[in-house]
């Protein structure tokens, strides 16, 4: 059990440069995911905190001690890798003991704890297979338990889900988590996959080129996303974005497509005319009389609910979900919730909040 | 025997089996694989016979093709005065401990290579790997009298280190494991590096075990290729001592008129048992080695 500190962590590979300084504090027993698109540096971040690659600046610590300079091996964490990485001519016994023989404890104490893990992942009856016999989600409950055995202060995954069919997937990922919350083990796991990480984390980092655009819970990320890129990367389908310019004295938004609108939360700091970004949820707009001619150019019914696209009358396209089914084409009115408005300003793309009073 | 012979022969089974259903008749391919039995096998049947007989029904210039009577007389002879003064029990004795040791000798040293070039990031290290390719290109006759000299200079004439060490090192099978072991996943290496297994102990527990199969057909195809040495062991062997089968059998070839053509046969019989056990021995491991890598 321990935390995690990351301070200014850069990584350039060469000219490239692919981290530009992460900061994360990690609490004991927390589950941290990572995400973002790919290659936006979340792999490397890991592998750093791994100690698989040195960071050009900043440092790691551990359970308080800096372990920036450590070989993997004395950092006392374990990893699971996105392809498991199981030795092919190893038992599986053999694989998950692999570590404890090299560190040297006594057979029977390595016997006991792979039989252990196999106990709690369900895989006792495996133990004697080689991995080529195993099937994708059995190799993934191995490789959980080869890292379960070093009893490590840290658990690494870098997207150990996405090998497996989507049936599976969703299935180990709930155990996972709770094998996680059982054991208490600190975890940073890595994916691209937003439902993966609003499910498994206790916090979430979102990644955007290099940088955490977004360290925060995952109802945090999703109600006060702190700018364009986090807005529109969780949710599905994607966050809409309207145009417009502050208004009223800070009181309102002057949208393009037509309309202003009041802030339901209070005034913002800023002149009028400042060139403002108005996110929208697709769920919270609403189909009622008297709103915003929307042109449906396509609907794609989804059973228990329907997602309609369309374009307002100054072109912007405009994405909405309705419960259940909805009409499929032409030309239907549309209202913009106040209460619902997610405020940037344009130019980069950061949240705008009120004022404080 | 060459290798490549073997090779194709012990393939052949496995390609022909998914044309079973095509339209071409069975005897079609029956007739090709028989032609090609007779012409690898007929030699062979010669020699096997011909080493039954005795002097005189060879040198009469018949070619017998059925056993006769003197097989065990001629064998024994062989074995005990051999040709030209050294009995082959003694050639074949010699023969054998510089296959085994250039086989041996070439996997260790061009594993160990290997394993340098791939797994390592030191200063030259593209300059080391180029320079174990481009020795591919110089046949062992351009460097012969080079290493003569050096061998000769340093005593090693007439000794079995001075027969082995200069064929020990292989640049093709330096090149056969690099190829392998860059189709090892890196997550291997890292899962071994966070395991806490360092250089050694991934070399022993996790390259060595992979290769296995490698190993074995190159042990094959080395020991072939070791037996078979011809132009380097006669330049450098020319004591009893120290003298190959192969060498041996050539010496016994005198003129036509005064060769003992049914000794010489069944020396020849004798020299093809050592490569054909191995390759029969390890002709499981062989053929897996060839077709599959196990991953
Ligand atoms: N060893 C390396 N050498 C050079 N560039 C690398 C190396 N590893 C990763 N990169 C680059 O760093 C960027 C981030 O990679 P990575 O962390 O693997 O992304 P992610 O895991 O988020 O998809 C990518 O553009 C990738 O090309
Ligand atoms: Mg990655």
């Known amino acids: 059990m321990a935390t995690l500190d ?79 990485a199981l030795y092919p001519h190893m038992s599986v016994a053999q694989n998950m003991g692999y570590g404890l023989k090299i560190r040297g404890l006594p057979r029977p104490e390595i016997d006991r704890r792979v039989r252990d893990a196999a106990a709690l992942l369900g895989i006792e009856a495996l133990l004697d297979r ?34 497996l069919d989507a049936k599976l997937r969703v ?76 208004a009223g004295g800070g009181r309102a938004v002057a949208l393009r497509a037509g309309p202003t609108i009041p802030f339901a939360d209070g005034p913002r700091p800023g002149p009028d005319g400042l060139p403002l970004t108005i996110g929208l949820r697709p769920e919270h707009l609403r189909l009622e009389a008297g709103g ?18 369309g374009r307002l009358p100054d072109g912007e396209a405009l994405v909405i979900r309705l419960a259940g089914p909805a009409p499929r084409d032409g030309t239907l009115p549309v209202t913009l919730p106040a209460e619902h408005l997610h405020v940037f300003v344009a130019e980069g793309g950061r949240r705008l909040d009120p004022a404080p009073a | 025997m060459s290798t490549t012979e073997t090779t194709r022969g012990l393939a052949l089974p496995a390609e022909a089996a998914p044309h079973r259903q095509g339209p071409r008749p069975d005897w079609v391919a029956h007739a090709v694989l028989l032609l090609g039995v007779l012409l690898f096998f007929l030699p062979i049947w010669i020699v096997l016979m011909g080493s039954t007989h005795d002097a005189a029904t060879i040198g009469r210039g018949e070619v017998p093709l059925l056993p006769g009577g003197h097989a065990l007389e001629n064998y024994r002879a062989a074995l005990e005065q051999g040709g030209a003064g ?48 481009i020795t591919l290109m110089l046949p062992v006759e351009v460097r012969i009298f080079p290493t003569f000299k050096v061998v000769s200079d340093l005593g090693l004439v007439n000794t079995y280190a001075g027969l082995i060490i200069p064929i020990i090192a292989s640049a093709t099978a330096t090149l056969l494991f690099r190829q392998f072991f860059l189709t ?16 050694v102990r991934f070399f022993l527990d996790v390259v060595l075990p992979l290769s ?39 010496k016994m070839i005198g003129s036509e008129a005064n060769t003992d053509w049914n000794i010489v046969m069944a020396t020849c019989v004798l020299a093809l048992l050592p490569p054909v056990a191995v390759v029969v021995l390890m002709q499981r491991w062989f053929v897996k080695g060839l077709t599959e890598t196990e991953k």
């Open chain 2, 212 to 250: 296995r199969t490698n190993m074995a057909a190159l042990f094959v195809i080395l020991f072939v290729y070791g037996w078979n040495q011809y132009l380097w062991p006669l330049l450098v062997a020319t004591s009893a001592d120290v003298e190959t089968i192969v060498i041996g059998m050539v």
């Open chain 1, 6 to 84: 990351l301070s200014g962590v850069q990584k350039a590979f060469g000219a490239t440069r692919v981290l530009h300084g992460v900061d994360l504090a990690v609490a004991d027993g927390e589950m941290i995911v990572i995400v973002g698109a790919s290659g936006c540096g979340k792999s490397t971040l890991l592998r750093i905190v791994a100690g698989l690659e040195t960071p050009t600046a900043g440092s790691v610590r551990i359970g308080g001690r800096d372990v920036t300079a450590l070989e993997p091996a004395d950092r006392d964490i374990a990893m699971v890798f996105q392809n498991y």
């Open chain 1, 130 to 163: 080689r991995p080529r016999q195993l099937s994708g989600g059995q190799r993934q409950r191995v490789a959980m338990g080869r890292a379960i055995v070093r009893e490590p202060k840290l658990f690494l995954f870098d997207e150990p889900l996405s090998n």
């Open chain 1, 171 to 246: 299935q180990m990922r709930a155990e996972i988590r709770r094998l996680q919350k059982r054991l208490g083990v600190t975890s940073l796991f890595v994916t691209h996959d937003q439902i993966e990480a609003m499910t498994l984390g206790d916090r979430l980092v979102v990644m955007h080129q290099g940088h955490a655009a977004q360290v925060a819970t995952p109802m945090e990320i999703f109600e006060r996303p702190a700018d364009t890129y986090v807005a529109g990367f969780i949710g599905s389908p994607a966050m809409n974005f309207l145009e417009g310019v502050l």
């Open chain 2, 184 to 199: 090892i996943p890196d997550e291997f290496v890292e899962a071994a590096k966070m395991d806490g297994a360092g250089p």
């Open chain 1, 292 to 309: 915003l001619p929307l042109a449906i150019d396509l609907a794609e019914p989804l059973g228990s609910e329907t997602v309609l696209h």
């Open chain 2, 86 to 133: 050294v009995p082959v029990g003694r050639m074949l004795f010699n023969s054998t401990v510089m296959a085994l040791a250039i086989a041996v000798g070439k996997i260790a040293i061009s594993i160990i290579s290997a394993y340098a070039v791939v797994f390592f990031r030191f200063p030259f290290r593209q300059l080391a790997f180029w320079s174990i390719f």
